[in-house]
C-alpha cells in the first residue's frame, strides 16, 4: 500500500507538469452550462454568426462580442493551432464559435465571482460577468441584454430545462 501511494505522489509530481503544458490552451474546467451559454449569446447578440469582424480595433467580435482584451484575459485561446500571437488569432478565435464559448469559459474562470450577492455563482453571475467584465459586474446590466437574457432562461425552464 506504501509502495503504491508513493507512485502515485510520484506520479503527479513528475507528470502533472507535462499536462498542464500539454493542455495550455484548452479549456478543462467549465463553469458555464450549455443553456447558460446560449441565452448569454442571445442576449448579446442574438447569436448571430454573420456579425463577425475582420479589426479587432473596431470593438467587439463572434457572437459573444469578445474584445480583444477579453481574449487576452481568457488566455488567448486560438484555433487549428494557430499561434497566439499572430495577427489574426483573436479574430480567428472570436469568430469561432467553439473557439469563441470556450474564451467565454476562461474568462468566467478568471474572474469568478458572485456578482448579484445572492450566495451562490450561477448563470445570473456569468451573464453580468459576460456583459460587464470581471471588474463591474455588480454594476447596472443594460436593460435589454437583462431582458433578453432573462426570457432565455425562463423559456429554458418551461421546456424543463434546469
Not at 12 to 35: C, F, N
Not at 49 to 64: R, Y
Not at 66 to 75: H, L, P, Q
Not at 86 to 110: G, L, R, W
Request: negative net charge; contains cysteine; charged residues 20%.
Amino acid at each position: 500500500m506504501q509502495i503504491s501511494g508513493l507512485f502515485c505522489l510520484w506520479f503527479v509530481w513528475v507528470l502533472s507538469p507535462a499536462l498542464v503544458r500539454g493542455q495550455t490552451g484548452h479549456v478543462l474546467d467549465k463553469p458555464v452550462t450549455e443553456l447558460c451559454l446560449n441565452c448569454i449569446c442571445e442576449a448579446i447578440s442574438g447569436c448571430n454568426a454573420t456579425a463577425v469582424c475582420i479589426n479587432p480595433e473596431k470593438g467587439t467580435c463572434g457572437i459573444f462580442r469578445i474584445t480583444w482584451a477579453y481574449w487576452v484575459d481568457s488566455g488567448k485561446l486560438t484555433i487549428n493551432g494557430e499561434h497566439p500571437d499572430s495577427e489574426h488569432a483573436f479574430i480567428h478565435c472570436a469568430n469561432d464559435p467553439h473557439c469563441a464559448a470556450d474564451t467565454v469559459q476562461n474568462y468566467m474562470k478568471q474572474f469568478n465571482q458572485d456578482c448579484n450577492d445572492d450566495g451562490e455563482m450561477d448563470c445570473l453571475d456569468y451573464a453580468r460577468i459576460h456583459k460587464l467584465g470581471g471588474y463591474g459586474c455588480k454594476g447596472e446590466l443594460p436593460y435589454k441584454y437583462q431582458e433578453t437574457f432573462e426570457e432565455c432562461i425562463e423559456d429554458y425552464q418551461d421546456q424543463g430545462f434546469e
